[in-house]
């Protein structure tokens, strides 16, 4: 069946990176964008950028731009979100979900990551 | 930037009910380019209708949304044990895709 599974739990000091994967499976990888989604404690959703897999290019929010990298392997169907310069009050779960267009809905969605910022 | 505004931001209802959830644009959105999710408690959100009212795999009936502009509504006709949960509504025209703040519906 289609399925996005993320990478597990991290923890990492302010001022760290963190990378999350996101692994495809059950369908054509290259055939779907990918998106990342920030949720902050509590809070609601908050789109950080996506990748076409078919050639890597990407688009970022504003809000992440400079601070995010999203890439892929082929060989693997994994989607990577690399997110630099944490911050303390950073703490959030990331998800990966995937869409057919450019602009299109998000039809299926991985399990989430959660990444705590703790010194 | 489409800024999504959701009301209200809390639903209390009871079984059976009718609930009725807004999502207004700051600027006119093609239904064709709105989603609504639903997200339950300490789940990833999925997706329930997209474009013109069309409902996901696996979505019943009683999901229903309407609008058009800048208005737009998510109508859950009969309220179940299982509806429970945040929804949000997403405009996913060009960049950035942006949210709603969310609808949390309680029963």
């Known amino acids: 069946q289609v399925q996005l599974v993320q990478s597990g739990a991290e923890v990492k000091k302010p001022g760290a990176s963190v990378k999350v994967s996101c692994k495809a499976s059950g369908y054509t990888f290259i055939d779907y964008y990918m998106h990342w989604v920030r949720q902050a404690p509590g809070q609601g959703l908050e789109w950080v950028g996506m990748?076409?897999?078919?050639?890597?290019?990407?688009t970022y929010a504003q809000a992440f731009q400079g601070r995010v990298t999203i890439t892929r392997d082929t060989s693997t169907s994994t989607v990577y979100m690399e997110l630099s310069s944490l911050r303390a009050d950073g703490a959030a779960i990331y998800y990966c979900a995937r869409s057919l267009y450019y602009e299109s809905s998000f039809d299926i969605w991985g399990q989430g990551t959660v990444v705590t910022v703790s010194s | 930037e489409i800024v999504l505004t959701q009301s209200p931001g809390t639903l209390s209802l009871s079984p059976g009910e009718r609930a009725t959830l807004s999502c207004r644009a700051s600027?006119?959105?093609?239904?064709?380019?709105l989603a609504w999710y639903q997200q339950r408690p300490g789940q990833a959100p999925r997706l329930l209708i997209f474009g013109a009212s069309y409902r996901a795999t696996g979505i019943p009936d009683r999901f229903s949304t309407s609008g058009s502009g800048t208005d737009f509504t998510l109508t859950i006709s009969r309220l179940e044990p299982e509806d429970v949960a945040v929804y949000y509504c997403q405009q996913f025209l060009g960049s950035p895709k942006t949210f709603g703040q969310g609808t949390k519906v309680e029963i």
């Open positions: 990748i076409k897999p078919s050639d890597g290019s990407t």
């Open positions: 600027q006119s959105v093609s239904n064709s380019y």
